[in-house]
Every structure is written in structure tokens, then in C-alpha cells.
């Protein structure tokens, strides 16, 4: 449908609005309501396309006036991402060195890094006597910066990243997510299938019904799910959205990592995932926050008095922003900005590279923070954020939005010397061929930063509690003779796994901890 961007009689369509308002003020909104529904029927009747109202301009959700401060050292934190990046990215190539075709994926943290380096300063809060903490289902893919960050606060050895995707003898880490192979670290798996997306749903509700049941206070737990964007083609990760709102999930936040791409080529190559995505999840009534453009990008908004930026940014693909981005400056500003007098003009004082640093959303800690900071706020449904990010950022030609960003395992040593100098890393020449981890001395800023911080949110994660906190007292076998001896007549599965349940609902020791739920067949 087309849009008209500009008002061409602005004192009319405050007339409308102004219209409302008095209806609003004088008979309510009810009434409001019922004359804004007879206006689109009558204009329905007349021909007139309406919006479905699922989908909104493709800008952030949140506006800059209401951002609130960060509360954070951005310089502190820039350096300390810049070091989890680095050793993630060492992490998979030293592997890759022992010629055991041990694979591993780099792109993936690499794009939503500062996205989980908010959360880990910011808002990730670990267990403690109370309750369990916030729950995170992390991205399967993302494990390597995961593990990055855990050897920086000292919780994970040098000797275990080298042993990464080699955790049989209990040395090294598994490939994604998994607590049967590390039980005293990871919580959830959640690479394969779509079990992040279904189970933290089904976590979050579970959260709510030790609550309301009164078994224990889980007021203060939030479940995260981080998702990748091709992800969200499968089955399990949209199956269940529409019960999270039904039963007002507002513990329940996802987080999609939209960089774009998939396993091998573009998400939606000729459409917009998000915009999509916004669809979908606004149908099923969730609260929606849209994270597509950084702060570079908000002088120019601010001065596209045309609304044709706006009209651009709504017209182009994702195939074309992937392009983009693997081009440079000049690319942009003669493929995007020049499609329109109006968009051109808008950046003629700005240089090739100062287009090129025109950042996404998911790159920029200012506006992650207030995404998140606005979800921890939203109440009775759950939340989901569109974070825009590029797939392999700071991987440069080796990976840096392209479509084999994904299958990148190995990188030669110019490219390794790129992601030094990206991230300011402090390696020399001499030391890089090694591909060493770096981390910081005790008494430096940035060691002390991360700590005060994780402190601050009760402590460390991810971490999992390998055994049961209380005595659980096992029923006797006894308890279960009458199913041992003949029936008096045959009795299906269903009926012996039944009278199986109500022996451990009557049991004083487990009944308590069992929540029947009655399938309807």
C-alpha cells in the first residue's frame, strides 16, 4: 500500500486528531473506539486500503528522547568486548590448527557481542538464595564468545578453550550449549531444532506457576531466549508464541539476532525479516521493540524533513542492505543515498568513510541497553526484540556480511591482523602467528570493571547446579506392589503410567515436586 511520507495539509490531520481527543475527553474510549471502527468500515466500503497495524517504519521502536542514560563506562566496556571477540575468534582457530576437522562458528558472537556484553553488565542476574536467577537460553552458535568471556573472569583455563569441541575426557568444551557434557556450566541446550525458542516459553511458564502456586518467589526472574533469525524458521520457534501471550509471559523476553543471514545465503534475501518478524509477533500479542539503526544514523534522521530516508530505508531489501555492507562508503552513498535528490542531499557533508560508520542498532551499547531496558518494563505479555546486527562484524574480507559467513572456521594471518587492529588489540607482529588468548591483569581497569559489575548481579553465569539442593527421599519399590501382581483385568500403558503418578503424588517426599499436567487426547 502506498504511503504518503509527507503531510501535505498538516492543520487538517491535526484537525482529525484533535477530533479524537475531545471524544476521548468527553464520552471516553469507547466511544472513541466505536467511531475510529464505523470510520474504517465506511472507508473499507469506499475502496480505501487500511494498515493492519502490525507493522510499523523500519527505525528503532524507541525514539532518541526516550532513551534513558547508560549507566555503564562505554570506553571500559568497548575494550572488554574487544578482547571477548578476539579470544572467541582464537578460540575456534586454534582448533582448527590440529587438522581434526573440529569445526566451530566465528561470525555468529561475532555479530551479537555487544548485545550479550549489555546483558552481562547490565541486566543478567545470577542465582541466589531466593531464586534461580534469570535463565538464559543462549544461541547455539555464539558459544565460543560465551566461553571467551568465562575465561577472562577466571572461571575457564587456557587449557580448556584449547580443548575446544574436545570435552570427552572432561578437558574441554562442548560445541554448543549441552549440560550433559558440562553439567556445572550450561543450563539449557538449545542449538538443535528450535529448543531454545519452545522450552524457554514453556520455562517461563512454569516460572509463573511456582509463583502463583505460592511454591516460591520467582517475581524477580527473567527467562531470555537468544534466537538467530533463520531460526525462526522452524517450527518449534514460532509453534508456541501465541500461548506466551495467552498467558501473559511478561518474565519472558526473546531476543533475534537479525544479521540477515542463514546458513548459506540471506534470510529473506528479496523481503525484510524484521518487518516480518514485527508481523508475527504483534499478531500473536506480544510487545514488540525494533533495535535497526545505531546512533550515527540519528542526526540524519532527524533532518529528513522529506520523509523520503524513511521511504528509502522501507523500499530496500535485505539482500541489498547485505550488499551494502560488504562494499565500502562510496558504495553506499552512490547505491542507497543517491536513489533519491532528497536522501543524496542529506549526506553531502559527510565523507565516504563517515557513511561506511554509519552503524546498525545491534553494534551500538546505547541502544541495545534501552531495548532492554524497556522490556524489563513491559507488563502481562512478553517481549521481543528485533536486533539488527551484520553477520562476522569486524571480520572484515573474511567473513564481514557475506553469505559463507557462517561456514568460516579458518581465517589467514592478514585477516587475523585485521580483527587485531579492529579491536585494538594489544599483540604484536611478532606474537600474532602464536594466535594467543589475551585477558587482564587484576589490578587493571577492565578486570576490575567486569567483576564489580557481575558482583552487582549476585554473580557469575552461565553456571548450573549439578545436584538436587534438598534431601529427596525415593519412594520404596514396595509402594508400587499392587502394579506388580495380576490385574483382575487388562490395563493399557496409559492407565499403568496413571496409577504409576498417583503413588508418587501420595508419596509426603516427591509428591510435592510433581506437576500433573492431563493431556487432552
Known amino acids: 500500500m502506498p504511503k504518503m511520507v509527507n503531510d501535505i495539509d498538516p492543520i487538517e490531520t491535526n484537525d482529525w486528531l484533535l477530533a479524537i481527543d475531545s471524544v476521548i475527553r468527553e464520552e471516553g474510549v469507547e466511544r472513541a473506539q466505536f467511531i475510529i471502527e464505523e470510520l474504517m468500515q465506511h472507508a473499507r466500503a469506499n475502496a480505501v486500503s487500511l494498515p493492519t497495524g502490525t507493522k510499523t517504519d523500519y527505525i528503532n521502536t524507541i525514539s532518541t528522547s526516550e532513551e534513558p542514560n547508560y549507566p555503564g563506562n562505554l570506553d571500559l566496556e568497548r575494550r572488554i568486548r574487544g578482547a571477548i571477540r578476539w579470544n572467541a575468534i582464537m578460540m575456534v582457530l586454534r582448533a582448527s590448527k590440529k587438522d581434526l576437522e573440529l569445526g566451530g562458528h566465528m561470525a555468529s558472537f561475532q555479530s551479537s557481542a555487544t548485545m550479550y556484553e549489555v546483558c552481562f553488565n547490565h541486566f543478567f542476574k545470577a542465582r541466589t538464595e531466593k531464586n534461580g536467577g534469570d535463565l538464559v537460553f543462549f544461541q547455539g552458535h555464539i558459544a565460543p564468545g560465551i566461553y571467551a568471556r568465562a575465561f577472562i573472569e577466571g572461571r575457564l583455563t587456557e587449557e580448556q578453550l584449547d580443548n575446544f569441541r574436545q570435552e570427552v575426557h572432561g578437558k574441554g568444551l562442548s560445541s554448543y550449549p549441552h549440560p550433559k557434557l558440562m553439567p556445572e556450566f550450561w543450563q539449557f541446550p538449545t542449538v538443535s531444532m528450535g529448543l531454545g525458542p519452545i522450552n524457554s516459553i514453556y520455562q517461563a511458564r512454569f516460572l509463573k506457576y511456582l509463583h502463583h502456586r505460592g511454591l516460591k518467589d520467582t517475581s524477580d526472574q527473567t527467562v531470555y531466549a537468544f534466537l538467530g533469525d533463520g531460526k525462526m524458521d522452524e517450527v518449534e520457534s514460532r509453534g508456541a508464541i501465541s500461548f506466551a501471550a495467552r498467558e501473559h509471559l511478561d518474565n519472558l523476553v526473546f531476543v533475534i539476532n537479525c544479521n540477515l543471514q542463514r546458513l548459506d ?27 535497526i539503526w545505531g546512533r550515527r544514523w540519528d542526526r540524519l534522521l532527524q533532518r529528513d524533513t522529506s520523509g523520503k530516508l524513511l521511504q528509502l530505508m522501507m523500499e530496500v531489501v535485505d539482500g541489498d542492505y547485505q550488499t551494502f555492507k560488504s562494499k565500502d562508503g562510496a558504495y553506499v552513498r552512490k547505491h542507497f543515498f543517491a536513489r533519491y535528490p532528497e536522501t543524496e542531499a542529506l549526506v553531502a557533508d559527510m565523507t565516504d568513510d563517515e557513511i561506511w560508520a554509519l552503524n546498525r542498532g545491534g553494534h551500538d551499547p546505547i541502544k541495545v541497553f534501552a531495548a532492554f531496558n524497556k522490556a524489563k518494563q513491559v507488563k502481562d505479555k512478553p517481549v521481543v526484540l528485533l536486533v539488527k546486527t551484520i553477520k562476522g562484524y569486524g571480520m572484515g574480507d573474511s567473513a564481514e556480511a557475506k553469505n559463507i559467513a557462517h561456514q568460516v572456521k579458518k581465517m589467514d594471518m592478514s585477516g587475523v591482523k585485521h580483527v587485531r587492529d579492529r579491536f585494538n588489540i594489544n599483540i604484536s607482529d611478532a606474537d600474532i602467528d602464536k594466535l594467543p588468548y589475551v585477558k587482564f591483569e587484576e589490578d587493571s581497569e577492565e578486570y576490575k570493571y567486569l567483576h564489580e559489575h557481575r558482583r552487582a548481579l549476585n554473580g557469575y553465569l552461565p553456571t548450573r547446579l549439578s545436584n538436587f539442593t534438598q534431601p529427596l527421599e525415593v519412594p520404596a519399590l514396595e509402594e508400587f506392589s499392587p502394579l506388580f501382581e495380576e490385574q483382575t483385568r487388562p490395563i493399557s500403558t496409559t492407565m499403568a503410567f496413571v496409577r504409576s503418578l498417583n503413588v508418587l503424588l501420595k508419596n509426603k517426599s516427591v509428591g510435592k515436586h510433581i506437576v500433573p499436567i492431563i493431556a487432552d487426547e
Open 265 to 291: 545465503g540471506p534470510v529473506t534475501g528479496n523481503g525484510k525479516i524484521i518487518q516480518e518478524l514485527e508481523g508475527l509477533f504483534t499478531g500473536a500479542g506480544w510487545e514488540v521493540i525494533k533495535v
